[in-house]
């Protein structure tokens, strides 16, 4: 799957959870995301499409390119600024779902509150190694 033995010869933060807790917010996460991005693209404001899917497609591409750029090339400092660049792009999808599904937006925050602890984390690991 990825590197372990990079990856655990990383000085990592002090806040760092243990493996199985990634494996358990992440699926809960892209959950949230499928409904929010389902609820705006079936919402008569966005049918058949609107923009913000646009910028909703955009952070999940960065999203998904993350786990390569950071564990298969190691990329730390790239992988760093990929979650500035999802952060972004998903405050904007956030600001544009709003007005099409309330509910929507809303679902988005837990996701935009993990991307900041991981843009913890990860700015951790490029400022000590």
């Known amino acids: 799957m990825y590197n372990r033995t990079w990856y655990n010869s990383l000085r990592k933060a002090p806040l760092s959870p243990p493996d199985w807790v990634f494996g358990t917010v992440w699926p809960i ?11 705006v693209w079936t919402d008569k404001k966005c049918v058949p499409y609107c923009k ?19 564990f298969r ?20 999808t956030y600001t544009q779902f709003n007005p099409i599904n309330k509910t929507a937006s809303y679902l988005l925050i837990p996701y935009l509150l993990w991307l900041l602890f991981a843009t913890y984390l990860n700015g951790y690991i490029v400022v000590n190694n």
């Open 52 to 70: 913000p899917l646009t910028f909703f497609f955009i952070q999940l591409a960065f999203n998904l390119s993350w786990t390569t750029v950071f």
């Open 73 to 92: 090339y190691k990329k730390t400092k790239l992988s760093l600024f990929i979650t500035i660049l999802i952060i972004g792009f998903t405050l904007y």
């Open 29 to 39: 996460l892209y959950t949230l995301l499928t409904i929010s991005l389902l609820l």
